[in-house]
């Protein structure tokens, strides 16, 4: 079965790509991935200053649920975020997040998480305001409980009809490398390709694009491999109805 998170991540774009915009929705409907096919009904509630999602899902394998949570104070620059997963097995999975805006236009964040193996981890990232080439820095720590490590820094540049990231990664193991990422959004849909190469100068490649209808969202995945090889899937999102509430 394919894993949940990738399966919402993508149901969550019928109602924000396709979906009609509402402060109550309800969307229904059904997808079809290479390893798994089922249902699904997703509300969104949208107020000031906050967003709440909450998606279930059936299929073979039996029923999960994903929510979230978003809240933004604007007077005191903070906010916060929840979200949690619950697998068709059971198995669940949360992370917390809080921000804070700086003096300078810099932006702090702080969280925690459990995945679904039960493993803690924490995150910490500081992002700069946006300097005179329209270009921000990010720096980001990861650490898990069982002592693995991920050190992120990233230059991220907004577009026109998009976004360029390009950085360096190095893990507590002693691994490092660099990375690109692109989005373009494109008439009908989302294009994004990323790379990642390591310090023995091997490249991996992930190629996604989302294709829009009026009633769903194919998604079409290429990985290249590091010896050119390549491997592609298809999923396909269909919504069934959207209703305001």
């Known amino acids: 079965m394919q894993k949940p998170l990738v399966v919402i991540a993508v149901l969550g774009m019928l109602t924000g ?7 109550e ?42 929510s979230s949570s978003k809240k933004w104070d604007r007077r005191n620059g903070a ?43 924490t995150v910490n990232r500081h992002t700069s305001a946006v300097n005179d080439d329209g270009v921000q820095s990010v720096h980001t720590v990861r650490k898990r409980d069982d002592g693995k490590s991920l ?21 507590g193991e002693g691994k490092s490398g660099t990375f690109e990422s692109q989005s373009i959004n494109t ?8 790379t990642i190469t390591d310090a023995q100068g091997k490249t991996v490649r992930r190629d996604v694009k989302y294709t829009k209808s009026d009633n769903g969202v194919e998604r079409d995945v290429t990985y290249t491999g590091p010896d050119g090889e390549t491997r592609s899937r298809s999923s396909d999102y269909n919504r069934d109805s959207n209703t305001p509430n």
Do not use: C, M
Request: cysteine-free.
């Open 151 to 171: 050190n992120t820094d990233a230059n991220i540049k907004r577009t026109d009809n998009g976004l360029n990231a390009n950085g360096t990664y190095q893990t």
């Open 79 to 121: 906010g916060q975020s929840e979200h949690a997963v619950t697998s068709a097995d059971g198995r669940t999975a949360q992370q917390h997040r809080e921000v804070q805006r700086n003096a300078d236009g810099s932006y702090t964040t702080s969280g925690d998480g459990t995945d679904f193996n039960q493993r803690n981890s």
């Open 187 to 194: 008439d009908t849909g989302q294009e994004i390709s990323q």
């Open 25 to 66: 929705q309800t969307t229904e409907g059904s997808y079809h991935t290479p390893r798994s096919q089922g249902t699904y009904q997703k509300r969104v509630d949208r107020h000031q200053g906050s967003i709440t999602k909450s998606t279930n899902w059936h299929n073979e394998k039996g029923s999960g649920n994903i």
């Open 17 to 23: 790509i396709i979906g009609a915009r509402a402060e």
